[in-house]
């Protein structure tokens, strides 16, 4: 599976960006895609995943904030992040896990959130 991520970019404290992550096959037929960030000298951390069936799951700190969603017309899931804090900058990465536990990441896109 090949991702692609865009959407990056600069924006202030409170506004709002919508990432985008289109996949090279059916997203129906990957069991979990997601979101992960990673900021300077941090670990990567899970955003946002929304599972085959739809179920969705997201770190505690975008709750309200974050929205994941897809469109299989696309092949695309997106991130709607809202009310960005300075705390959400990062390089986020799309990530797919396939049905044979295979695991693929897109090439990260920045997220800079001014104060």
């Known amino acids: 599976v090949q991702l692609q991520a865009f959407g990056g970019g600069l924006v202030q404290a409170g506004g709002s960006l919508r990432l985008s992550c289109a996949a090279s096959?059916?997203?129906?037929?990957?069991?979990?895609m997601g979101w992960y960030r990673q900021a300077p000298g941090k670990q990567r951390e899970l955003v946002a995943r929304?599972?085959?069936?739809?179920?969705?799951n997201y770190a505690d700190s975008v709750k309200g904030r974050f929205t994941i969603s897809r469109s299989s017309a696309e092949n695309t899931v997106y991130l709607q992040m809202n009310s960005l804090k300075p705390e959400d900058a990062a390089v986020y990465y799309c990530?797919?896990?396939?049905?044979?536990?295979?695991?693929?990441w897109g090439q990260g896109t920045l997220v800079t959130v001014s104060s």
């Open positions: 990530s797919a896990v396939t049905g044979t536990g295979d695991n693929y």
């Open positions: 096959r059916n997203i129906f037929d990957i069991n979990v």
């Open positions: 929304i599972t085959r069936g739809g179920s969705t």
